[in-house]
């Protein structure tokens, strides 16, 4: 389905809506069984393929405003008048934080998986740990860094994907799908990791506080991004934060069920009245 500018996957016809937002590098059918998990629990959910990623607009720019309205554009043409859950894993938690500030009456209530705040991450850069996990992002910003992801069958994404989530291996189907994915869309992806050093605006803009109720969830042995820490709660008006031990920074395509019920169950929450 034809949401805004962007394609999206769309799973189940009834209940609360939740759109997911996928993160570097994958794409929507990767997390199938997470988002039917959802379904499962009484939600129905779109699930867009982000700007840069076959087959929705491959053009930038890439910067996290432009990313946030591609998302809310896409929620208007699917909802309009009725917020959502948002949910997003990687750059879709980035593009979730940027777009619960543009427009927090249009999002009822958002998840984070494997990313701290914006700012967070960034100020985590100057840590050794977080460094060594990062050092794709400088590979990225040399010319012809496309051609060195897309090289033997993309093998680049295929060891990411293992430090990323070890002993976790998407099925060859999945695999096969996102491959195809990648394939055609690159080099476009890593636009986003361009914009995020050489047009910072977006994500210094991002730091103004966040009033949608935010749920971050982290596994404790992710290999790409280190867990926020108490630190990160002073950029949101409410924040739970859930560090899972045994998940890595795939962690709802490694447990679907067990995330999607902590996903529904906060999604779902009612807000305690504010006395008058």
Known sequence: MQLGELRSLIRGSHGSPVVYLHGFPDH???????????VARGHRVAAPWLRGYAPSPLAGPYDLDTLARDVLRA????????PVGLVGH??????????????????????TLALPHPLTFLARLRSATQLRHSWYMALFQLPGAGHLVGARD??????LWRAWSPGFVLDDHRRAELHACLARSLPAP????RAMFRSPRAILRAGLRIEVPVLQ??????????????????RFARRELVVLPGLGHFLHLEAPAAIAARVSSWITETEPARPS
Do not use: N
């Not at 993309?154 to 060891?159: N, T």
């Not at 890593?190 to 990791?193: D, F, I, S």
């Open 217 to 234: 969830v982290h596994g404790a042995g992710d290999g790409c991004v280190l867990p926020p820490d108490d630190r990160d709660a002073r």
């Open 28 to 38: 929507p059918p990767s997390a199938r069984p997470f988002l039917d998990a959802l």
């Open 75 to 82: 929620i208007d043409a699917w909802c309009p008048g009725e």
């Open 154 to 159: 993309l093998a680049l994404v295929d060891r």
């Open 90 to 111: 990687d750059w879709g938690a980035a593009i979730t934080y940027r777009a619960c500030q543009l427009a927090p009456h249009r999002i009822r209530r958002a998840v």
């Open 190 to 193: 890593l636009g986003y990791y």
